[in-house]
């Protein structure tokens, strides 16, 4: 059965020794109330990673995240970080494709594409966001925007690689505006994106792969999102800077 995991996005907020702060909490609240088999994944900036991963040493069910990497394996692109650096620290995960790095730093499907190989190469699992725009949704263009950045972004892998991806989908009009996309829409895109990948991929592979929800997620709408059959977990961003909500989001799934 997939896996269920709930992944912090802190985006660029806290300060180092704010970032342990509330990563100490996130881990205790784990340890004492995390009944279940999900897994919580802090995707912090590259400054916190290194400490935060010596943190959660011990505690099986915290992962820790980066939220972007360079492309290339290394090289004169001053200020950049690259996945063998990330994985050098210990971390799992790296978020790939938030639409924050696509409307702010001009990241295309092409690009992502070739950072997913990357971060793959270097045996981190890309936690791959897709989602459309207001405008998108609006004009009925969402399916085949959705389809487009699959196919485009990670539907060259082959079934190996696939199977370390996690998507999320995160339609652009619910990130950090307070409205949340309705459970119901939510499982439309969701269902339509596991077909997707069963057309590309085979039933199976479909099966197992974690598909998150993101966009103004909280402790009040996730026990109705993650209830839905292809809601498998939240990419959390205002809400994963509190450690008492994002347990009780992580909770969901005890
Ligand atoms: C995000 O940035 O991935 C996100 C979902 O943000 P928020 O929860 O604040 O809408």
Redesign the pocket.
Known sequence: MRKKIVAG?W?MNLDYNEGLGLFSEIINMVKDEVTGTQEAVVCSPFIHLHSLVQMAKGYNKVAVGAQNAHQAESGAYTGEISAKMVKSVGAAYVILG?S?RRQYFGETNELLAKKTDTVLAHDLRPIF?IGETLQERESNQYFDVIKTQLVEGVFHLDEAQFAQVVL?Y?PVW????GVTASSAQAQEIHAFIRIEIAAKYGQEIANNTTILY????NPKNAPELFAQPDIDGG??????LKSRDFIDIVKVFN
């Open positions: 996005n985006k938030h924050e966001c999320a995160e619910a990130i950090g505006t993101g966009g103004s997620c990419l959390i961003g205002g809400a994963s």
